[in-house]
């Protein structure tokens, strides 16, 4: 063995620990994040705002609990109040914290887009180790955004 | 991530230790987020990589609005008003805004509408549309866009004229027809070919169709109306021609109307629901015509500001809601983006 495969051979090993090391605190962080308690607000927002279309908003609860408004009509989100089963509720927040949503931009848009008129659509997450927003219109969603928004739009049956 | 070069004399330990700190370092962000941003109204931070790039629901023949943005002359530094919405370089409709109306359907789209086939002055237009853009010109209410300037500081004009109407019948599109920007713009032209349109570079056209005809692609479902741009060739020139698309919005009343009684009662709650829609468009076309003069931080322009706010509503004669009153008619429309003092939605100025 040269002297130069002595110090790679402990390297490597220390990287691939290093590796597991940090993968495996990430997914205990993530395991950790639960949606909030009903008491505290929605775990996940669904808004439609902007553009020249009718805005919405759906909220979704750690219990199930899920209210929709229309802020046009309105001017508050509470309009009217349904059930949905929480285990997906828990598991939509579990995806928003893994899938990259956390990592895009709270505000991505600072001129008008190609059509300035298109409603954009607004996440928003909340746990108990911290909250996440974002929004775009769907011609500019990034394909992380759009599965998120298409599977809270399934849960809640309020399609964009 | 460290560079970790073979051969280099650093003992595992060290290495790791380095390594481990760095990835601690660039750990998910998540853990510790503090965009805490639940409320829509609410915005902080902003990404400057965002990349337009992506493919747009109406495949424009002419999408020049980056391009423009970027060629506007002060484009890089936005002029900051303090009022809420910030000017950008680009031209406005500072003299006035002009009107046609293309009422593009087999039969009548709006009671008391022009016959199909004509064509004329936008004073023969009996419809409560036709009211609408006759006397919207003038008003407290257009009187907010006169709080915005062009590039020479001089304020927008408080009026609009409405100055030709074409009932256009041919190859109208019917049902849940798809229309693209392509096909609009070759009517427009055909309009202009055929003399039923005289061309302005200051006028807005208007597009309206019937039913649950898609103008654009996503009508109902991403928007109930918009305004862009467009080429056409006038006299063997390439122009720019204003052009808002205006489908019937109460085809898909759940997204596209208040949802509150017709300020005119039954007289036509179809005209009633779409003068909101269309006025959003010649106030936006106004101040931004080419979506690099006046928006906000968020590219909200002042139309989208205010959209679907009422303000202070009354019952009319009718038995409906409306919140102005033009010349003894009433209507319910959004409120408009006031560019003045520290800026708001309102309803006159």
Same mark, same amino acid.
């Given at each position: 063995?040269?002297?130069r495969?002595?110090?790679?051979?402990?390297?490597?090993?220390?990287? *691939?620990?290093?590796?597991?090391?940090?993968?495996?605190?990430?997914?205990?962080?993530?395991?950790?994040?639960?949606?909030?308690?009903?008491?505290?607000?929605?775990?996940?927002?669904?808004?439609?705002?902007?553009?020249?279309?009718?805005?919405?908003? *759906? @909220?979704?609860?750690?219990?199930?609990?899920?209210? #929709?408004g229309?802020?046009?009509? +309105?001017?508050?989100?509470?309009?009217?109040?349904? !059930?949905?089963? &929480?285990?997906?509720? @828990?598991?939509?927040?579990?995806?928003?914290?893994? =899938?990259?949503?956390?990592?895009l931009?709270?505000?991505?848009?600072?001129?008008?887009?190609?059509?300035?008129?298109?409603?954009?659509?607004?996440?928003?997450?909340?746990?108990?180790?911290?909250?996440?927003?974002?929004?775009?219109?769907?011609?500019?969603?990034?394909?992380?955004?759009r599965e998120?928004?298409?599977?809270?739009?399934?849960?809640?049956?309020?399609?964009? | 991530?460290?560079? *970790?070069?073979?051969?280099?004399? +650093? +003992?595992?330990?060290?290495?790791?230790?380095?390594?481990?700190?760095?990835?601690?370092?660039?750990?998910?962000?998540?853990?510790?987020?503090?965009?805490? =941003?639940? &409320?829509? &109204?609410?915005?902080?931070?902003?990404?400057?990589?965002?990349?337009?790039?992506?493919s747009?629901? !109406?495949?424009?023949?002419?999408?020049?609005?980056?391009?423009?943005?970027?060629?506007?002359?002060?484009?890089?530094? @936005?002029?900051?008003?303090?009022t809420?919405?910030?000017?950008?370089?680009?031209?406005?409709? $500072? =003299?006035?805004?002009?009107?046609?109306?293309?009422?593009?359907?087999?039969?009548?789209?709006?009671?008391?509408?022009?016959?199909?086939?004509?064509?004329?002055?936008?004073?023969?237009?009996?419809?409560?549309?036709?009211?609408?853009?006759?006397?919207?010109?003038?008003?407290?209410?257009?009187?907010?866009?006169?709080?915005?300037?062009?590039?020479?500081?001089?304020?927008? *004009?408080?009026?609009?004229?409405?100055?030709?109407?074409?009932a256009?019948?041919?190859s109208a599109?019917?049902?849940?027809?798809?229309?693209?920007? /392509?096909?609009?713009?070759?009517?427009?032209?055909?309009?202009?070919?055929?003399?039923?349109? #005289?061309?302005?570079?200051?006028?807005? %056209?208007?597009?309206?169709?019937?039913?649950?005809?898609?103008?654009g692609?996503?009508?109902?479902?991403? %928007?109930?109306?918009? !305004?862009?741009?467009?080429?056409? #060739?006038?006299?063997?020139?390439?122009?720019?021609?204003?052009?808002?698309?205006?489908?019937?919005?109460n085809?898909?009343?759940?997204?596209?109307?208040?949802?509150?009684? @017709?300020?005119?009662? /039954?007289?036509?709650?179809?005209?009633?629901?779409?003068?909101?829609?269309?006025?959003?468009?010649?106030?936006?076309?106004?101040?931004?015509?080419?979506?690099?003069?006046? %928006?906000?931080?968020?590219?909200?322009?002042?139309?989208?500001?205010?959209?679907?706010?009422?303000?202070? #509503?009354?019952?009319?004669?009718?038995?409906?809601?409306?919140?102005?009153?033009? /010349?003894?008619?009433?209507?319910?429309? $959004?409120?408009?983006?006031?560019?003045?003092?520290?800026?708001?939605?309102?309803?006159k100025?």
């Open positions: 063995m040269s002297a495969r002595r110090h790679i051979e402990p390297i490597g090993v220390a990287l *691939v620990l290093a590796f597991w090391s940090h993968h495996a605190a990430a997914q205990s962080r993530a395991a950790a994040c639960g949606p909030v308690r009903p008491a505290d607000g929605a775990a996940i927002e669904y808004v439609r705002e902007g553009g020249n279309i009718r805005p919405f908003t *759906v @909220a979704l609860y750690a219990d199930g609990t899920m209210r #929709t229309d802020t046009s009509v +309105t001017q508050s989100a509470a309009a009217a109040a349904a !059930h949905v089963d &929480s285990t997906r509720v @828990a598991a939509l927040v579990h995806l928003a914290r893994t =899938s990259g949503f956390w990592r931009p709270a505000n991505p848009i600072h001129k008008p887009p190609r059509n300035p008129d298109a409603a954009r659509y607004r996440i928003s997450v909340r746990t108990t180790c911290g909250a996440h927003a974002s929004a775009y219109p769907l011609s500019a969603a990034p394909k992380v955004f998120l928004l298409a599977r809270v739009a399934t849960l809640s049956g309020v399609q964009p | 991530m460290p560079r *970790v070069t073979l051969g280099i004399r +650093t +003992t595992a330990s060290c290495s790791a230790a380095l390594f481990a700190l760095t990835l601690s370092a660039c750990s998910d962000k998540g853990a510790s987020p503090t965009q805490p =941003s639940l &409320s829509p &109204s609410t915005s902080a931070s902003f990404d400057a990589n965002y990349n337009e790039n992506q747009g629901e !109406h495949g424009h023949v002419m999408h020049i609005r980056n391009e423009l943005n970027d060629g506007a002359s002060p484009a890089a530094a @936005a002029r900051a008003s303090g809420g919405i910030s000017y950008h370089g680009g031209p406005v409709l $500072q =003299s006035g805004t002009n009107m046609a109306a293309i009422y593009w359907a087999a039969s009548a789209i709006y009671k008391n509408a022009p016959a199909p086939g004509t064509s004329g002055a936008g004073s023969a237009d009996a419809s409560l549309v036709g009211y609408f853009l006759n006397h919207i010109g003038g008003s407290p209410y257009f009187n907010i866009n006169s709080s915005y300037t062009n590039s020479a500081g001089l304020h927008i *004009v408080n009026s609009v004229s409405y100055t030709q109407y074409w256009n019948n041919t599109p019917t049902g849940t027809q798809n229309v693209t920007d /392509a096909q609009m713009i070759s009517m427009l032209q055909s309009g202009f070919n055929s003399g039923k349109l #005289t061309y302005d570079p200051n006028t807005l %056209y208007a597009i309206f169709t019937a039913g649950q005809v898609n103008l692609g996503g009508f109902g479902t991403q %928007y109930c109306a918009y !305004h862009t741009h467009g080429t056409v #060739t006038i006299g063997g020139v390439a122009k720019t021609v204003l052009y808002a698309a205006m489908p019937y919005n085809g898909y009343p759940s997204a596209c109307t208040s949802g509150l009684a @017709a300020a005119n009662g /039954a007289a036509d709650p179809g005209a009633d629901y779409e003068v909101n829609t269309l006025v959003h468009e010649i106030e936006e076309t106004t101040t931004d015509m080419m979506g690099n003069a006046w %928006y906000d931080s968020r590219g909200y322009e002042n139309g989208d500001k205010c959209a679907w706010t009422w303000g202070t #509503t009354y019952t009319t004669a009718a038995g409906g809601k409306g919140n102005i009153n033009l /010349a003894g008619k009433d209507f319910l429309v $959004q409120q408009n983006w006031l560019n003045a003092g520290s800026g708001g939605c309102f309803l100025y």
